[in-house]
Every structure is written in C-alpha cells, then in structure tokens.
C-alpha cells in the first residue's frame, strides 16, 4: 500500500494529483505542520530534511517531489505518464522536470520564505528577497509559455500528458498572489490551467484537501 504523507496545497499536491491519474489505491497522512508535525522524531525518521511530502510504497521510503512524480510513472507504466526510455523525448522530460524543481520552485521558496535569507530583523532584506524572486518567477512563467507556444499539444510537454504537468500546474498555482504577473495573466499558461482544472483527478484533489478558490 502507497502512502502520501501531505499537507493540503504544499509540494503534496502533485504527487496527490498523480496518484489520482495512476488510480492505484493509496492512503493520505496529514502532516500537521501548523504543530510542528514535519518536527516530529517519527517524520524526521522518514525524512531528515522535514519537508513535504514523503511517499511510503512497501519498505521504499521516498521524498523530493519530483523524485516521487519520476518513481509514480515508472512503476505505473501502463498510465503511460513518461516517454518511452532513451527516446529524445524521454531527455526533454527530464530536462523539465528537474527544471521545475531546482529552478521554479527553488525561486518560489525564495518568495514564500525570503526571511531564510537574510539576518534576523532583516525586514528590508527580506523585502529584497521576496522582490527578486518574484520577478526571477516570472521569467521563468515566461519560459513555460513558450515551451507551450513550441507545439500544438494541450499538455506541458506536447500531445501526452505526463508526470511532468501536475509538478508545473502545482508551481504555476504557487503564483496566484504574485502582484506583477501570475501565471493565469500569460497567453498560453492561462488556458493550460483550465485544461488542467478541468482533469477529474485534479479535481478531486482540490475536494479532498479542501482547497479554496482561487485555484490558480
């Protein structure tokens, strides 16, 4: 039995989004972060780093998101979620998916958390941080859309929805409260996210966590 220790609309949410896609049974575990559930020593076992999420499959314990999204399509082959292996189009998935984790949602931590950055009491710093971020999202928004303005296909990658599209709905998401550009305000992203709001297994995430509008 798969379970996905969560919190609702964290890092989660993907891997929440794709088991929904694969269909396999799994269970969710809250992990109550507001008292310092990510904390605990029982957590910590699971992942020493006390981030979200953690992916339990039998006596395999994995974290980092889309570590996770990669292991979810390769053991689940038939939802056909990744490019054939050794295909051109296989390297491209890679290439985006690491992309939009060490690039996206690294810069996103940035402005979710400019205080990691800077001295304590820094509040201008701070206010740095959170400015640049922002704007370093944005350009990377910007690559996205041209990613999709590069073919014809409804999904991140082209024709074939992929592993890879939960991870960038999730971080466009992230972007709703951005006071320059969200990343429902650019061309082609804005409708990628109603196509992607309108798959049932998202769906049904956004139901099970109790998310709020808006949703992107």
Not at 146 to 155: K, Q, S, T, V
């Amino acid at each position: 039995m798969i379970t996905l220790h969560y919190l609702p609309g964290a890092a989660s949410f993907a891997v929440h989004c794709l088991l929904r896609e694969v269909g396999v049974p799994f269970t969710l575990q809250l992990v109550d972060r507001a008292n310092d559930g990510h904390k605990s020593p029982a957590y910590l076992k699971l992942n020493p780093n006390g981030l979200i999420p953690v992916l339990v499959d039998g006596d395999l314990v994995m974290y980092e998101t889309a570590a996770i999204l990669m292991h979810l399509a390769d053991t689940h082959p038939a939802a056909g979620l990744a490019p054939p292996l050794g295909s051109a189009e296989r390297a491209t998935y890679y290439k985006w998916m690491l992309w939009l984790s060490n690039t996206l949602q690294a810069t996103l931590i940035h402005y979710f958390y400019p205080e990691r950055w800077v001295d304590e009491g820094n509040t201008e710093g701070t206010a740095q941080v959170k400015l640049h971020a922002e704007a370093k999202a944005v350009a990377c928004l910007q690559q996205i859309d041209d990613l999709l303005a590069g073919h014809d296909g409804p999904w991140l990658l082209g024709a074939t929805y992929s592993a890879a599209d939960p991870l960038a709905f999730m971080l466009c998401r992230w972007t709703r409260n951005f006071r320059s550009r969200p990343a429902r305000d650019f061309k082609l992203i804005g409708p990628y996210l109603q196509r992607m709001l309108a798959r049932p297994a998202l769906q049904q995430v956004f139901t099970t966590e109790q998310l709020p509008p808006p949703f992107v």
